[in-house]
Structures are given as structure tokens and as C-alpha cells.
């Protein structure tokens, strides 16, 4: 079974930095682009970032709101990629979903599977 | 970047309905859109992407279609497992954006 599990949530004051850490099983991790989604509470999506599979560069696209502040990372070896978030602010309060890219060659990204999330809260 | 337009906010139908969600983009994205289902609690499910091509497992009640900037997620007869908030995704360029989703109630 194809799945994903976040980890790394949890309550920061504003200022402060958390890491996540997205594992993934079931699939060659490696050839997959993995991207991030947050959804506040009560809220919508709103996507966060993508890091392309090596096939295509391991290059990452970020969402303005984040550019700066996260970064994003994979680690193949060891089927993970991270998201590392720095300068958090209140409006970061979120659940963070993990999720595989599938593509069609490398431009295009759609979504599946999504893993169960992690809630990340930022408040003082 | 995209703004992707979705209506209704809100749909209250009973089992057995036809339903239809229609998403807009605010640029032609050709056929680069994907649809999720979400249900309080879990995370998005995907049900189609490319607009139309219906993902594996996913019952063939749900059909996409649409091109350009006009799209439209039908759910042919609407059973109990379908009600949740549906949500539009294009992925034509980054930044990808989603829809504001549309939540279908039980009438």
C-alpha cells in the first residue's frame, strides 16, 4: 500500500522553527516529486510547496506566502522529505499534508496519495 | 497566479440526486485540473485529474469534464458516502492553486 505519514507537529511560539519530516512506503520513494498542503482550521487548501523527483532535478517550487521562511528537502536513502520551517507566524497555524506528485513528464503535478497530516500550531 | 472559482459554496441534496460542482479558472489551463474529496477529519482523497480521467477505486458515479476555464465535477446518483466538501486543483504552472471547495450536505 502506497502511504505517507507526516510527522514533526506541534505547538511553536511565532518567531521559532519546526521541522517535519514526511515518510513514504510502499513505492520507489526516489521517483516521485513530493509536495506540501496546509489547510488552517476550518479553512481550505492552500498548496506550500514541491520538490521534483532526481529524474527532474530535485528542484522545488515554493508558494510566495512561504518562499523564504521553509525550505524543503528530500533524502532519498531513507525515503523522507522534510520541510523545514523557520520565522513561523501565526497565520502558519495549519494542518500540513504531505503528498505524492504524479506527473506527467515533470511539468504537471497532480496529487495522490495525501498522508493523514500533522497539526502545527504557532502562538505565543 | 490562477484563481480557481468554485460554486457552489454550499449544495444540499438528498441520496439519489444528480449533482454538479462547477470550478472556474481565472487563465485557460487547458485539461490540467484534478478534484479531491474531503471528509471532516481526513485528509483530500483524489478522484479525477486531467479533468476527466477518473482515478482507480473511485466509483464511476463521479465524472469530470471541462476544458479551457470552465470545469465541472458531476456525481451521477449521490449516495451517503458522498457527502463531504469537494475541493478543484489546477496544475497548469505553479503556483498550483485549489478551489475554495464546495460542501454537499445532506438535505
Known amino acids: 500500500e502506497v502511504q505517507l505519514v507526516e510527522s514533526g507537529g506541534g505547538l511553536v511560539q511565532p518567531g521559532r522553527s519546526l521541522r517535519l519530516t514526511c515518510t513514504g512506503s510502499?513505492?520507489?520513494?526516489?521517483?516521485?516529486?513530493v509536495s506540501w498542503v496546509r489547510q488552517a482550521p476550518g479553512k481550505g487548501l492552500e498548496w506550500v510547496g514541491l520538490i521534483r523527483s532526481r529524474l527532474y532535478g530535485g528542484t522545488i517550487e515554493y508558494a510566495a506566502s512561504v518562499k523564504g521562511r521553509f525550505i524543503i528537502s528530500r533524502d532519498d536513502s531513507k525515503s523522507i522529505a522534510c520541510l523545514q520551517m523557520n520565522s513561523l507566524k501565526t497565520e502558519d497555524t495549519a494542518m500540513y499534508y504531505c503528498?505524492?506528485?504524479?506527473?506527467?513528464?515533470?511539468?504537471?503535478?497532480?496529487?495522490?496519495?495525501w498522508g493523514q497530516g500533522t497539526v502545527v500550531t504557532v502562538s505565543s | 497566479d490562477i484563481q480557481m472559482t468554485q460554486s457552489p459554496s454550499t449544495l444540499s441534496a438528498s441520496v439519489g440526486d444528480r449533482v454538479t460542482i462547477t470550478c472556474r479558472a481565472s487563465q485557460s489551463i487547458s485539461n490540467w485540473l484534478a478534484w479531491y474529496q474531503q471528509k471532516p477529519g481526513k485528509a483530500p482523497k483524489l478522484l479525477i485529474y486531467k479533468a476527466s480521467s477518473l482515478e482507480s477505486g473511485v466509483p464511476s458515479r463521479f465524472s469530470g469534464s471541462g476544458s479551457g476555464t470552465e470545469f465541472t465535477l458531476t456525481i451521477s446518483s449521490l449516495q451517503p458516502d458522498d457527502f463531504a466538501t469537494y475541493y478543484c486543483q489546477h496544475y497548469n504552472s505553479f503556483p498550483v492553486t485549489f478551489g475554495g471547495g464546495t460542501k454537499v450536505e445532506i438535505k
Open positions: 503528498i505524492r506528485g504524479l506527473t506527467i513528464p515533470g511539468a504537471k503535478y497532480w496529487f495522490d496519495p
Open positions: 510502499g513505492f520507489t520513494f526516489g521517483d516521485y516529486a
